[in-house]
């Protein structure tokens, strides 16, 4: 039964479990990075991320408070001259822990637990990933930056109606002397047609009067000839 069992045994008395977490934490400092099950990896991560908390603060205290736990030399001098250092701008999480999937021995669920700083790979991604721009969007109590958009906008649409008001200033000048030649044009055309039509009508008003004249030159000789030709009838007879 757990009986308000707070943390994990690992089927192990308490001696066995301390002494094996200790080497475990040693050997992690040593190399940075240790292969084991995902259950020792979690005990682990509890067992050593304080002592590194302490190595923050280099004292002899400190360092034989460290060394009660790991009982290595090599492993608290490494721990405060490289591995504090390190770690010194990091407030916790010192530990990754990176699941590889079972063991086809007995099908233990194995893992990777490391020094987060340590592993270069991830510091250049991370490091590539804050070079690049991003943009983030705030949710709510954006009025401010909606104002300030807003107004960008609204000077934006004023320097462009501008910028094409002008634009028409400029060009209008060109535009109206187009007009102008045209409306000399269509005048010109439109006076050539005129002085073509006038010939024309002149000849049909003199054509009229015209044939009124002789029509009436015809109406007065037409009664002298019938005058005349009794009287030559007559003559003709009495000779």
């Not at 504090?84 to 407030?91: E, F, G, L, M, Y």
């Not at 934006?156 to 045209?182: F, G, M, N, R």
């Not at 009664?223 to 009495?238: A, R, V």
């Amino acid at each position: 039964m757990r009986h308000r069992k707070s943390f994990n045994h690992l089927s192990r008395k308490t001696g066995h479990r301390r002494a094996m977490l200790a080497n475990m934490a040693s050997s992690l400092i040593k190399h940075k990075r240790i292969k084991t099950t995902t259950a020792k990896a979690k005990a682990l991560r509890v067992y050593v991320e304080p002592l590194i908390t302490k190595s923050k603060n280099d004292t002899t205290h400190s360092r034989r408070t460290v060394f009660s736990y790991l009982q290595d030399k090599d492993a608290v001098s490494e721990l405060f001259r490289d591995v504090a250092v390190k770690v010194a701008d990091r407030p916790g999480g010192y530990t990754r822990i990176l699941k590889l999937g079972n063991r086809p021995g007995d099908s233990a669920e194995m893992a990777i637990i490391e020094l987060v700083d340590y592993n270069e790979n991830l510091l250049e991604k991370a490091d590539a990933s804050k070079s690049g721009t991003r943009r983030r969007r705030r949710r709510g109590g954006g009025g401010a930056q909606k104002a300030e958009k807003s107004t960008e906008k609204a000077s934006t649409d004023i320097e462009e109606a501008q910028v094409i008001e002008e634009e028409k200033l400029a060009d209008s000048p060109e535009e109206e002397k187009q007009q102008e030649t045209a409306s000399a044009e269509t005048t010109q055309e439109v006076q050539e047609e005129k002085t073509i039509e006038k010939p024309e009508e002149t000849k049909s008003a003199n054509e009229g009067p015209s044939d009124e004249k002789e029509e009436k030159k015809a109406a007065e000789n037409e009664p002298k000839s019938e005058g005349k030709s009794p009287e030559s009838k007559d003559e003709k007879n009495e000779s």
